[in-house]
Protein backbone atom coordinates (compact mmCIF):
# COMPACT_ATOMS: atom_id res chain seq x y z
CA UNK A 1 0.00 0.00 0.00
CA UNK A 2 1.37 3.34 -0.91
CA UNK A 3 2.09 6.00 1.85
CA UNK A 4 0.23 9.06 1.92
CA UNK A 5 2.41 11.73 2.16
CA UNK A 6 2.40 14.83 4.36
CA UNK A 7 1.55 17.32 2.09
CA UNK A 8 -0.44 16.24 -1.02
CA UNK A 9 -3.41 15.09 1.08
CA UNK A 10 -3.90 18.47 2.22
CA UNK A 11 -2.89 20.11 -1.15
CA UNK A 12 -6.34 18.25 -2.91
CA UNK A 13 -8.33 19.41 0.45
CA UNK A 14 -7.78 22.48 0.54
CA UNK A 15 -6.98 23.33 -2.84
CA UNK A 16 -9.61 26.29 -3.07
CA UNK A 17 -8.82 27.75 0.17
CA UNK A 18 -5.12 28.06 -0.68
CA UNK A 19 -5.75 29.44 -4.15
CA UNK A 20 -7.81 32.07 -1.80
CA UNK A 21 -5.10 32.57 0.32
CA UNK A 22 -2.16 33.37 -2.55
CA UNK A 23 -4.78 36.27 -4.29
CA UNK A 24 -5.46 37.71 -1.30
CA UNK A 25 -1.39 37.49 -0.40
CA UNK A 26 -1.06 39.09 -4.55
CA UNK A 27 -4.28 41.54 -4.04
CA UNK A 28 -2.46 42.69 -0.46
CA UNK A 29 0.75 43.50 -2.34
CA UNK A 30 -1.17 44.95 -5.09
CA UNK A 31 -3.01 47.05 -2.61
CA UNK A 32 0.02 48.42 -1.06
CA UNK A 33 2.11 48.96 -4.44
CA UNK A 34 -1.06 51.17 -5.80
CA UNK A 35 -1.10 52.30 -2.32
CA UNK A 36 2.39 53.94 -2.36
CA UNK A 37 2.07 54.48 -6.84
CA UNK A 38 -1.10 57.12 -5.82
CA UNK A 39 0.72 58.01 -3.15
CA UNK A 40 3.75 59.63 -5.22
CA UNK A 41 1.73 60.86 -7.82
CA UNK A 42 -0.36 62.83 -5.31
CA UNK A 43 2.91 64.31 -3.58
CA UNK A 44 3.95 65.21 -6.75
CA UNK A 45 0.68 66.55 -8.06
CA UNK A 46 0.58 68.72 -4.96
CA UNK A 47 3.63 70.46 -5.69
CA UNK A 48 2.48 72.34 -8.48
CA UNK A 49 -0.93 74.14 -9.31
CA UNK A 50 -3.30 71.53 -10.50
CA UNK A 51 -5.63 72.63 -13.51
CA UNK A 52 -8.54 71.04 -12.20
CA UNK A 53 -9.36 70.27 -8.45
CA UNK A 54 -10.47 66.78 -9.66
CA UNK A 55 -6.61 66.08 -10.63
CA UNK A 56 -6.13 66.39 -7.00
CA UNK A 57 -9.30 64.46 -5.35
CA UNK A 58 -9.26 61.60 -7.13
CA UNK A 59 -5.88 60.43 -6.09
CA UNK A 60 -6.76 61.29 -2.28
CA UNK A 61 -9.64 58.75 -2.58
CA UNK A 62 -7.11 56.57 -4.50
CA UNK A 63 -4.70 56.51 -1.47
CA UNK A 64 -7.35 56.36 1.10
CA UNK A 65 -9.36 53.37 -0.91
CA UNK A 66 -5.70 51.25 -1.09
CA UNK A 67 -4.60 51.92 2.13
CA UNK A 68 -7.79 50.99 4.35
CA UNK A 69 -7.94 47.95 1.45
CA UNK A 70 -4.39 46.94 2.36
CA UNK A 71 -4.88 46.75 5.76
CA UNK A 72 -8.39 44.47 5.53
CA UNK A 73 -7.20 42.32 2.69
CA UNK A 74 -3.81 41.62 4.92
CA UNK A 75 -6.42 40.72 7.42
CA UNK A 76 -8.77 38.35 5.63
CA UNK A 77 -5.56 37.13 3.96
CA UNK A 78 -4.01 36.32 7.42
CA UNK A 79 -7.26 34.74 8.81
CA UNK A 80 -8.39 32.52 6.45
CA UNK A 81 -4.31 31.00 6.12
CA UNK A 82 -4.26 30.63 10.21
CA UNK A 83 -7.64 29.23 9.41
CA UNK A 84 -6.67 26.56 7.11
CA UNK A 85 -3.24 25.74 8.64
CA UNK A 86 -4.80 25.72 12.02
CA UNK A 87 -7.05 22.96 10.80
CA UNK A 88 -4.33 21.03 8.83
CA UNK A 89 -1.86 21.26 12.26
CA UNK A 90 -5.05 19.20 13.74
CA UNK A 91 -5.15 16.78 11.24
CA UNK A 92 -1.26 16.34 11.03
CA UNK A 93 -1.27 16.04 15.06
CA UNK A 94 -4.17 13.40 14.72
CA UNK A 95 -2.68 11.43 11.88
CA UNK A 96 0.95 11.45 14.11
CA UNK A 97 -0.81 10.25 16.95
CA UNK A 98 -2.52 7.69 14.73
CA UNK A 99 0.87 6.22 14.15
CA UNK A 100 2.26 6.67 17.14
CA UNK A 101 -0.33 5.23 19.30
CA UNK A 102 -0.51 0.67 17.30
CA UNK A 103 3.34 1.07 18.64
CA UNK A 104 2.66 2.31 22.24
CA UNK A 105 4.33 -0.81 23.29
CA UNK A 106 7.36 -0.35 20.97
CA UNK A 107 8.12 3.44 20.81
CA UNK A 108 10.61 2.82 24.37
CA UNK A 109 12.52 0.35 22.34
CA UNK A 110 12.27 1.97 18.84
CA UNK A 111 12.34 5.52 19.65
CA UNK A 112 14.75 7.64 22.28
CA UNK A 113 12.69 9.80 24.33
CA UNK A 114 14.26 12.75 23.09
CA UNK A 115 12.84 12.22 19.41
CA UNK A 116 9.58 11.86 20.27
CA UNK A 117 9.40 15.12 21.91
CA UNK A 118 11.22 16.58 18.70
CA UNK A 119 8.05 14.98 16.43
CA UNK A 120 5.67 16.25 19.15
CA UNK A 121 7.14 19.67 19.69
CA UNK A 122 9.04 20.50 16.51
CA UNK A 123 8.37 18.64 13.68
CA UNK A 124 4.54 19.21 12.97
CA UNK A 125 5.20 23.01 13.34
CA UNK A 126 7.84 22.87 10.77
CA UNK A 127 5.43 21.51 8.52
CA UNK A 128 2.90 24.46 9.26
CA UNK A 129 5.56 26.63 8.32
CA UNK A 130 6.42 24.51 5.04
CA UNK A 131 2.88 26.77 4.25
CA UNK A 132 2.95 29.95 5.87
CA UNK A 133 6.39 31.10 5.63
CA UNK A 134 7.81 29.11 2.10
CA UNK A 135 5.37 28.01 -0.02
CA UNK A 136 2.37 31.11 -0.01
CA UNK A 137 4.97 33.37 0.07
CA UNK A 138 7.24 32.08 -2.75
CA UNK A 139 4.16 31.28 -5.18
CA UNK A 140 2.91 35.33 -4.49
CA UNK A 141 6.15 36.25 -4.78
CA UNK A 142 6.22 35.03 -8.46
CA UNK A 143 2.79 35.92 -9.39
CA UNK A 144 4.24 39.61 -8.24
CA UNK A 145 6.95 39.19 -10.18
CA UNK A 146 5.17 38.51 -13.67
CA UNK A 147 2.91 41.38 -12.78
CA UNK A 148 5.69 43.86 -12.43
CA UNK A 149 7.52 42.96 -15.40
CA UNK A 150 4.62 42.73 -17.74
CA UNK A 151 3.58 46.33 -16.27
CA UNK A 152 6.85 47.67 -17.02
CA UNK A 153 6.83 46.19 -20.30
CA UNK A 154 4.26 48.38 -21.51
CA UNK A 155 5.75 51.55 -20.96
CA UNK A 156 9.68 50.27 -21.99
CA UNK A 157 10.27 46.40 -22.81
CA UNK A 158 14.09 46.60 -22.36
CA UNK A 159 14.20 48.18 -18.88
CA UNK A 160 11.26 45.93 -17.94
CA UNK A 161 13.92 43.24 -18.79
CA UNK A 162 16.99 45.10 -17.13
CA UNK A 163 14.18 45.18 -13.68
CA UNK A 164 13.55 41.52 -14.61
CA UNK A 165 16.72 40.56 -13.91
CA UNK A 166 17.29 42.65 -10.55
CA UNK A 167 13.93 40.61 -8.99
CA UNK A 168 15.47 37.15 -10.45
CA UNK A 169 18.33 38.11 -8.25
CA UNK A 170 16.03 38.30 -5.37
CA UNK A 171 13.11 35.23 -6.43
CA UNK A 172 15.63 32.92 -7.58
CA UNK A 173 19.52 33.53 -7.65
CA UNK A 174 19.70 34.87 -3.72
CA UNK A 175 17.51 32.08 -2.45
CA UNK A 176 19.55 28.93 -3.92
CA UNK A 177 22.64 30.80 -3.05
CA UNK A 178 21.46 30.72 0.54
CA UNK A 179 20.19 27.40 0.56
CA UNK A 180 23.45 25.85 -0.99
CA UNK A 181 25.41 27.97 1.85
CA UNK A 182 23.33 27.05 4.60
CA UNK A 183 21.43 23.77 3.66
CA UNK A 184 24.16 21.95 5.71
CA UNK A 185 24.11 24.28 8.66
CA UNK A 186 20.02 23.92 8.99
CA UNK A 187 20.11 20.29 9.19
CA UNK A 188 22.99 20.47 11.77
CA UNK A 189 21.04 22.44 13.98
CA UNK A 190 17.89 20.56 13.75
CA UNK A 191 19.74 17.46 14.61
CA UNK A 192 21.63 19.02 17.57
CA UNK A 193 18.71 20.19 18.56
CA UNK A 194 17.10 16.95 18.72
CA UNK A 195 20.74 15.89 20.53
CA UNK A 196 19.92 18.52 23.36
CA UNK A 197 16.41 17.62 23.29
CA UNK A 198 17.72 13.71 23.64
CA UNK A 199 19.88 14.26 26.24
CA UNK A 200 17.80 17.26 28.57
CA UNK A 201 14.93 14.16 28.64
CA UNK A 202 17.54 11.65 29.34
CA UNK A 203 18.68 13.55 32.23
CA UNK A 204 15.20 14.46 33.79
CA UNK A 205 14.70 10.94 34.00
CA UNK A 206 17.25 10.06 35.63
CA UNK A 207 17.96 13.27 37.69
CA UNK A 208 17.75 11.28 40.99
CA UNK A 209 20.87 9.74 39.88
CA UNK A 210 22.43 12.74 38.57
CA UNK A 211 22.77 14.00 42.13
CA UNK A 212 23.15 10.58 43.88
CA UNK A 213 26.34 10.86 42.19
CA UNK A 214 27.25 14.00 42.90
CA UNK A 215 27.58 15.01 39.09
CA UNK A 216 24.82 17.46 38.61
CA UNK A 217 27.81 20.30 37.89
CA UNK A 218 29.20 18.26 35.30
CA UNK A 219 25.56 17.62 33.26
CA UNK A 220 25.18 20.84 33.63
CA UNK A 221 28.96 22.10 31.97
CA UNK A 222 28.21 18.86 29.34
CA UNK A 223 24.68 20.38 28.24
CA UNK A 224 25.82 24.12 28.73
CA UNK A 225 28.56 23.15 26.09
CA UNK A 226 25.57 21.16 23.61
CA UNK A 227 23.87 24.45 24.01
CA UNK A 228 27.30 26.43 23.22
CA UNK A 229 28.15 24.25 19.91
CA UNK A 230 24.04 24.79 18.42
CA UNK A 231 24.42 28.75 19.70
CA UNK A 232 27.81 29.17 17.22
CA UNK A 233 26.14 26.76 14.23
CA UNK A 234 23.15 29.14 14.86
CA UNK A 235 25.68 32.38 15.03
CA UNK A 236 26.84 31.57 11.81
CA UNK A 237 23.57 31.34 10.16
CA UNK A 238 22.24 34.57 11.44
CA UNK A 239 25.54 35.95 10.14
CA UNK A 240 24.72 35.16 7.22
CA UNK A 241 21.18 35.87 7.50
CA UNK A 242 22.24 39.23 8.06
CA UNK A 243 24.66 39.83 5.00
CA UNK A 244 21.50 38.00 2.77
CA UNK A 245 19.26 40.81 4.09
CA UNK A 246 22.54 43.45 3.07
CA UNK A 247 22.63 42.13 -0.37
CA UNK A 248 19.01 42.10 -1.01
CA UNK A 249 18.38 45.94 0.68
CA UNK A 250 21.55 46.61 -1.74
CA UNK A 251 19.87 45.02 -5.10
CA UNK A 252 16.56 47.11 -4.25
CA UNK A 253 18.79 50.29 -3.74
CA UNK A 254 20.30 49.43 -7.41
CA UNK A 255 16.52 48.96 -8.45
CA UNK A 256 15.53 52.00 -6.94
CA UNK A 257 18.75 54.15 -8.48
CA UNK A 258 17.99 52.85 -12.14
CA UNK A 259 14.36 53.53 -11.39
CA UNK A 260 14.79 57.14 -11.01
CA UNK A 261 17.26 57.68 -13.70
CA UNK A 262 14.76 55.87 -16.15
CA UNK A 263 11.81 57.63 -14.90
CA UNK A 264 14.22 60.95 -15.37
CA UNK A 265 14.93 59.97 -19.20
CA UNK A 266 11.25 58.98 -20.10
CA UNK A 267 9.82 62.35 -18.45
CA UNK A 268 13.01 64.11 -20.30
CA UNK A 269 11.48 62.45 -23.49
CA UNK A 270 8.01 63.45 -23.29
CA UNK A 271 6.93 59.20 -22.81
CA UNK A 272 5.60 60.48 -18.88
CA UNK A 273 4.43 62.88 -17.02
CA UNK A 274 6.64 63.97 -14.26
CA UNK A 275 4.35 63.71 -11.68
CA UNK A 276 4.99 60.06 -11.86
CA UNK A 277 8.83 59.60 -11.37
CA UNK A 278 7.78 59.41 -7.66
CA UNK A 279 5.05 56.75 -8.15
CA UNK A 280 7.59 54.53 -10.27
CA UNK A 281 10.05 54.88 -7.67
CA UNK A 282 7.82 54.44 -4.45
CA UNK A 283 6.18 51.35 -5.73
CA UNK A 284 9.51 49.37 -5.67
CA UNK A 285 9.51 49.02 -1.93
CA UNK A 286 5.69 47.50 -1.78
CA UNK A 287 7.16 45.01 -4.56
CA UNK A 288 10.72 44.55 -2.92
CA UNK A 289 8.68 43.22 0.21
CA UNK A 290 7.44 40.20 -1.63
CA UNK A 291 10.40 39.43 -3.03
CA UNK A 292 12.96 39.64 0.27
CA UNK A 293 11.14 36.65 2.60
CA UNK A 294 11.72 33.98 -0.53
CA UNK A 295 15.66 33.74 0.58
CA UNK A 296 14.94 32.69 4.03
CA UNK A 297 11.66 30.67 2.96
CA UNK A 298 14.08 28.52 0.24
CA UNK A 299 16.92 28.19 3.05
CA UNK A 300 14.67 26.59 5.38
CA UNK A 301 13.53 23.83 3.10
CA UNK A 302 16.55 21.54 4.64
CA UNK A 303 14.76 21.58 8.49
CA UNK A 304 11.30 20.42 6.42
CA UNK A 305 13.37 17.77 4.71
CA UNK A 306 14.63 16.55 8.27
CA UNK A 307 11.11 16.81 9.88
CA UNK A 308 10.04 14.61 7.00
CA UNK A 309 12.47 12.22 7.10
CA UNK A 310 12.04 11.67 10.95
CA UNK A 311 8.16 11.10 10.22
CA UNK A 312 8.19 9.32 7.59
CA UNK A 313 10.53 7.08 9.91
CA UNK A 314 8.18 6.52 12.23
CA UNK A 315 5.57 5.77 10.21
CA UNK A 316 7.97 3.32 8.27
CA UNK A 317 8.07 1.78 11.63
CA UNK A 318 4.41 1.39 12.41
CA UNK A 319 4.62 -0.14 8.79
CA UNK A 320 6.79 -3.00 9.70
CA UNK A 321 4.56 -3.45 12.88
CA UNK A 322 2.58 -7.01 11.62
CA UNK A 323 -0.23 -6.30 13.85
CA UNK A 324 -0.91 -3.14 12.25
CA UNK A 325 -0.45 -4.38 8.74
CA UNK A 326 -2.28 -7.85 8.94
CA UNK A 327 -5.28 -6.09 11.12
CA UNK A 328 -5.24 -2.89 7.94
CA UNK A 329 -5.41 -5.86 5.33
CA UNK A 330 -7.62 -7.96 5.23
CA UNK A 331 -11.35 -6.14 5.82
CA UNK A 332 -13.04 -9.19 5.85
CA UNK A 333 -11.10 -10.68 8.93
CA UNK A 334 -11.49 -7.53 10.42
CA UNK A 335 -14.80 -7.16 10.30
CA UNK A 336 -15.26 -10.97 11.84
CA UNK A 337 -12.82 -9.99 14.51
CA UNK A 338 -15.22 -7.23 15.49
CA UNK A 339 -18.27 -9.07 15.77
CA UNK A 340 -15.90 -11.06 17.75
CA UNK A 341 -15.03 -8.91 19.83
CA UNK A 342 -18.66 -7.72 20.68
CA UNK A 343 -19.82 -11.74 21.54
CA UNK A 344 -16.43 -11.90 23.77
CA UNK A 345 -17.48 -8.84 25.78
CA UNK A 346 -20.87 -9.99 25.73
CA UNK A 347 -20.30 -13.17 27.00
CA UNK A 348 -17.36 -12.57 29.33
CA UNK A 349 -15.57 -15.73 27.50
CA UNK A 350 -12.35 -15.17 25.80
CA UNK A 351 -9.70 -18.33 24.65
CA UNK A 352 -6.53 -17.71 23.55
CA UNK A 353 -4.59 -20.32 21.66
CA UNK A 354 -0.99 -20.10 20.52
CA UNK A 355 -0.17 -23.04 18.32
CA UNK A 356 3.79 -23.23 17.00
CA UNK A 357 3.99 -19.33 17.10
CA UNK A 358 7.58 -18.31 17.03
CA UNK A 359 8.63 -14.80 16.27
CA UNK A 360 11.57 -12.68 15.47
CA UNK A 361 12.45 -8.92 15.04
CA UNK A 362 13.96 -9.22 11.48
CA UNK A 363 15.16 -11.31 9.26
CA UNK A 364 18.51 -13.37 10.39
CA UNK A 365 18.14 -12.67 13.66
CA UNK A 366 17.58 -14.85 16.66
CA UNK A 367 14.62 -16.11 17.24
CA UNK A 368 12.76 -14.07 20.46
CA UNK A 369 10.41 -16.87 21.17
CA UNK A 370 9.99 -20.61 18.76
CA UNK A 371 7.55 -22.95 19.01
CA UNK A 372 5.27 -22.20 21.54
CA UNK A 373 1.84 -24.21 22.13
CA UNK A 374 -0.05 -22.12 24.95
CA UNK A 375 -3.92 -23.09 25.40
CA UNK A 376 -5.54 -21.07 27.68
CA UNK A 377 -9.64 -21.28 27.82
CA UNK A 378 -11.31 -18.70 30.13
CA UNK A 379 -10.69 -18.30 33.75
CA UNK A 380 -7.32 -20.63 33.17
CA UNK A 381 -4.43 -19.04 34.94
CA UNK A 382 -1.18 -19.40 34.18
CA UNK A 383 2.28 -17.97 34.95
CA UNK A 384 5.06 -17.58 32.49
CA UNK A 385 8.37 -17.48 34.22
CA UNK A 386 12.47 -16.54 32.98
CA UNK A 387 15.65 -14.66 33.12
CA UNK A 388 15.00 -11.33 31.70
CA UNK A 389 15.24 -11.75 27.73
CA UNK A 390 13.65 -15.46 27.71
CA UNK A 391 11.00 -13.81 25.19
CA UNK A 392 8.36 -13.20 27.89
CA UNK A 393 7.68 -9.72 26.55
CA UNK A 394 7.52 -10.70 23.23
CA UNK A 395 4.92 -13.78 24.33
CA UNK A 396 2.73 -10.94 25.59
CA UNK A 397 2.98 -8.65 23.02
CA UNK A 398 1.79 -11.51 20.57
CA UNK A 399 -1.31 -12.53 22.75
CA UNK A 400 -2.36 -9.11 22.66
CA UNK A 401 -1.65 -8.85 18.85
CA UNK A 402 0.29 -5.80 19.05
CA UNK A 403 2.82 -7.82 16.53
CA UNK A 404 1.87 -11.26 14.49
CA UNK A 405 3.90 -14.56 14.77
CA UNK A 406 6.39 -14.76 12.16
CA UNK A 407 5.19 -18.31 12.06
CA UNK A 408 2.47 -20.04 13.66
CA UNK A 409 -0.66 -18.56 14.83
CA UNK A 410 -2.33 -17.05 17.98
CA UNK A 411 -5.71 -16.32 18.02
CA UNK A 412 -8.48 -15.59 20.48
CA UNK A 413 -11.78 -17.68 19.83
CA UNK A 414 -10.28 -18.82 16.69
CA UNK A 415 -9.67 -15.25 15.24
CA UNK A 416 -6.25 -13.83 14.71
CA UNK A 417 -5.45 -11.89 17.94
CA UNK A 418 -3.96 -9.07 15.67
CA UNK A 419 -6.90 -8.88 13.68
CA UNK A 420 -8.77 -7.37 16.85
CA UNK A 421 -6.79 -4.25 16.66
CA UNK A 422 -8.46 -1.46 18.87
CA UNK A 423 -10.73 -3.44 20.08
CA UNK A 424 -8.08 -5.65 22.32
CA UNK A 425 -8.47 -3.33 25.37
CA UNK A 426 -12.47 -4.75 25.40
CA UNK A 427 -10.34 -8.13 25.68
CA UNK A 428 -7.23 -8.05 27.05
CA UNK A 429 -6.46 -5.92 30.21
CA UNK A 430 -2.80 -5.41 31.32
CA UNK A 431 -1.30 -4.47 34.80
CA UNK A 432 2.47 -3.86 34.77
CA UNK A 433 5.38 -3.27 37.10
CA UNK A 434 4.89 0.71 36.64
CA UNK A 435 1.26 2.12 35.90
CA UNK A 436 1.40 5.79 35.44
CA UNK A 437 -0.97 7.86 37.22
CA UNK A 438 -2.18 11.01 35.92
CA UNK A 439 -2.24 14.08 37.86
CA UNK A 440 -6.20 14.33 38.25
CA UNK A 441 -8.19 12.38 41.24
CA UNK A 442 -7.98 9.05 42.45
CA UNK A 443 -11.50 8.38 40.98
CA UNK A 444 -10.33 10.00 37.47
CA UNK A 445 -7.55 7.38 37.79
CA UNK A 446 -9.88 4.50 38.49
CA UNK A 447 -12.42 5.93 35.54
CA UNK A 448 -9.25 5.62 32.92
CA UNK A 449 -10.60 1.92 32.90
CA UNK A 450 -14.09 2.74 31.77
CA UNK A 451 -14.74 6.93 31.03
CA UNK A 452 -18.06 6.34 31.25
CA UNK A 453 -18.59 4.41 34.81
CA UNK A 454 -20.97 6.15 37.64
CA UNK A 455 -19.28 7.23 40.47
CA UNK A 456 -20.89 4.02 42.55
CA UNK A 457 -19.14 1.96 39.95
CA UNK A 458 -15.46 3.32 40.73
CA UNK A 459 -15.91 3.05 44.29
CA UNK A 460 -16.84 -0.74 43.74
CA UNK A 461 -13.61 -1.15 41.70
CA UNK A 462 -11.80 0.38 44.68
CA UNK A 463 -13.09 -2.03 47.56
CA UNK A 464 -12.58 -5.08 44.90
CA UNK A 465 -9.00 -3.93 45.26
CA UNK A 466 -8.96 -3.41 49.21
CA UNK A 467 -8.73 0.71 48.73
CA UNK A 468 -11.01 0.94 51.31
CA UNK A 469 -8.45 2.02 54.44
CA UNK A 470 -6.12 3.87 51.70
CA UNK A 471 -9.22 6.09 50.74
CA UNK A 472 -10.82 6.72 54.32
CA UNK A 473 -7.36 8.00 55.28
CA UNK A 474 -7.74 10.83 52.39
CA UNK A 475 -8.38 13.80 52.91
CA UNK A 476 -11.31 14.32 49.94
CA UNK A 477 -11.34 10.36 49.70
CA UNK A 478 -11.62 9.54 45.99
CA UNK A 479 -11.60 12.85 44.73
CA UNK A 480 -8.34 13.35 45.99
CA UNK A 481 -5.91 14.30 43.48
CA UNK A 482 -2.81 12.06 43.30
CA UNK A 483 -0.12 14.67 42.51
CA UNK A 484 2.12 14.28 39.50
CA UNK A 485 2.88 10.55 38.48
CA UNK A 486 0.92 9.44 41.76
CA UNK A 487 3.64 10.68 43.89
CA UNK A 488 1.09 11.08 47.02
CA UNK A 489 1.54 7.43 47.21
CA UNK A 490 3.54 4.50 47.95
CA UNK A 491 4.26 1.59 45.16
CA UNK A 492 1.58 -0.89 46.75
CA UNK A 493 -0.88 2.34 46.41
CA UNK A 494 -0.35 3.13 42.83
CA UNK A 495 -0.73 -1.05 42.00
CA UNK A 496 -3.69 -0.85 44.23
CA UNK A 497 -5.19 1.99 42.59
CA UNK A 498 -4.32 0.80 38.49
CA UNK A 499 -5.64 -2.69 39.76
CA UNK A 500 -8.77 -0.64 40.59
CA UNK A 501 -8.69 0.25 36.91
CA UNK A 502 -8.24 -2.71 35.54
CA UNK A 503 -11.12 -4.09 37.67
CA UNK A 504 -13.29 -1.36 36.45
CA UNK A 505 -12.21 -2.26 32.76
CA UNK A 506 -13.64 -5.85 33.21
CA UNK A 507 -12.11 -7.24 30.48
CA UNK A 508 -12.59 -11.35 30.32
CA UNK A 509 -8.60 -11.87 29.98
CA UNK A 510 -5.87 -10.06 32.42
CA UNK A 511 -2.41 -10.01 31.93
CA UNK A 512 0.29 -8.98 34.89
CA UNK A 513 3.74 -7.86 33.71
CA UNK A 514 5.42 -8.16 36.90
CA UNK A 515 3.20 -6.16 39.10
CA UNK A 516 5.22 -6.39 42.15
CA UNK A 517 8.52 -5.95 41.38
CA UNK A 518 10.41 -3.55 43.84
CA UNK A 519 7.38 -4.08 46.31
CA UNK A 520 8.68 -5.35 49.81
CA UNK A 521 7.68 -8.99 50.26
CA UNK A 522 4.81 -8.15 52.76
CA UNK A 523 3.35 -5.41 50.22
CA UNK A 524 4.13 -8.38 47.34
CA UNK A 525 2.05 -10.98 49.04
CA UNK A 526 -0.69 -8.90 50.20
CA UNK A 527 -1.74 -7.33 46.58
CA UNK A 528 -0.86 -10.97 44.93
CA UNK A 529 -3.80 -12.08 47.18
CA UNK A 530 -6.19 -8.78 46.19
CA UNK A 531 -5.40 -9.81 42.76
CA UNK A 532 -6.23 -13.48 42.87
CA UNK A 533 -9.04 -13.13 44.89
CA UNK A 534 -10.80 -9.92 42.76
CA UNK A 535 -10.06 -12.03 39.32
CA UNK A 536 -11.09 -15.23 40.44
CA UNK A 537 -13.16 -15.56 37.41
CA UNK A 538 -10.56 -13.98 34.66
CA UNK A 539 -8.23 -15.67 32.28
CA UNK A 540 -4.86 -14.83 34.21
CA UNK A 541 -1.05 -14.91 32.47
CA UNK A 542 0.59 -13.39 35.03
CA UNK A 543 4.48 -12.78 33.83
CA UNK A 544 6.82 -13.03 37.12
CA UNK A 545 10.40 -13.83 37.89
CA UNK A 546 9.46 -14.83 41.24
CA UNK A 547 7.59 -17.94 42.57
CA UNK A 548 5.61 -16.10 45.40
CA UNK A 549 2.06 -16.95 44.59
CA UNK A 550 2.75 -19.82 41.78
CA UNK A 551 1.04 -22.75 43.73
CA UNK A 552 -2.34 -20.54 42.77
CA UNK A 553 -1.64 -21.23 39.40
CA UNK A 554 -3.43 -23.65 36.82
CA UNK A 555 0.14 -24.14 35.42
CA UNK A 556 3.21 -22.59 35.10
CA UNK A 557 5.87 -22.13 32.46
CA UNK A 558 9.44 -21.80 32.47
CA UNK A 559 10.80 -19.84 29.69
CA UNK A 560 14.36 -20.24 28.38
CA UNK A 561 15.79 -18.39 25.24
CA UNK A 562 12.64 -18.12 24.00
CA UNK A 563 11.26 -22.00 24.30
CA UNK A 564 9.54 -23.53 27.01
CA UNK A 565 11.72 -25.47 28.97
CA UNK A 566 9.39 -26.64 31.73
CA UNK A 567 5.74 -27.03 32.29
CA UNK A 568 3.35 -28.01 34.20
CA UNK A 569 1.33 -27.20 37.98
CA UNK A 570 3.49 -26.22 40.53
CA UNK A 571 3.40 -29.59 42.55
CA UNK A 572 4.38 -31.28 39.39
CA UNK A 573 7.32 -29.15 39.10
CA UNK A 574 8.32 -29.18 42.21
CA UNK A 575 8.13 -33.50 42.02
CA UNK A 576 10.09 -33.69 39.11
CA UNK A 577 12.14 -30.94 38.04
CA UNK A 578 14.64 -30.80 40.21
CA UNK A 579 15.69 -27.11 38.49
CA UNK A 580 12.40 -26.08 39.42
CA UNK A 581 12.66 -27.25 43.39
CA UNK A 582 16.48 -25.28 43.37
CA UNK A 583 14.97 -21.58 42.09
CA UNK A 584 11.81 -22.78 44.77
CA UNK A 585 13.90 -23.10 46.94
CA UNK A 586 16.17 -19.77 46.48
CA UNK A 587 13.15 -17.95 46.45
CA UNK A 588 11.14 -19.49 49.22
CA UNK A 589 13.02 -21.14 51.32
CA UNK A 590 10.66 -21.11 54.36
CA UNK A 591 7.97 -22.55 52.63
CA UNK A 592 10.08 -25.52 50.68
CA UNK A 593 11.61 -26.47 54.27
CA UNK A 594 7.93 -26.34 55.42
CA UNK A 595 6.98 -28.61 52.46
CA UNK A 596 10.24 -30.56 52.90
CA UNK A 597 9.45 -31.29 56.75
CA UNK A 598 5.49 -32.22 56.08
CA UNK A 599 6.72 -35.29 53.67
Known amino acids: MKREGWFAPYFNSYFWRFLLIIVLGALTIFSASSLMYTSGFLISKASIPPENILMIYVPIVGVRTFGTSRAVIHYVERLVS????????????????????????????????????????????????VYLRTVFPSIIALLIYAAA???????????????????????????????????SRQRMVKQERNRLYQKLTDAVLGMGDWIISGRQSQFVASYEADERLVARTDGALRRWARARMFIGQA????????????????????????TLIAAFVLVVFPVADAFLPVSEAVEKIPQYRNSLERLNGVEEAKGATPGAEAAASNAETAALAKTAAGKIQATRQAHIQLKNTGYRYASGEDWSIQDLNLDIPQGRKIA??????????????VIQGVITPSVGSAVINGIAASAYGEDIPKLIAVLNQSPHL????????????????????????????????????????????????????????????????????????????????????????ELLATMFTAMA???????????VGAEQMDEVVFMENGTVEMRGTHAELLSREARYRRLYELDRPAGFLAKQDGK
Not at 162 to 180: E, R
Request: no cysteine; aromatic share 6%.
Open 82 to 129: HDTILRILSKMRIRLYNILEPQALFLSSRFRTGDILGMLADDIEYLQN
Open 149 to 183: IISLGTFDVVFALLMGLYMLVLVIVLPLISLLLTQ
Open 438 to 525: FDTTVANNIRLGKPDASDEEVKQAGKLAQLDDLISSLPEGYDTPVREAGQRFSGGERQRIALARILLQNTPAVVLDEPTVGLDPRTER
Open 537 to 547: DKTLIWVTHHL
Open 384 to 397: IIGRSGAGKSTLLK
Open 251 to 274: VVGIAVVSIIYWAAGEYQSGAIAG
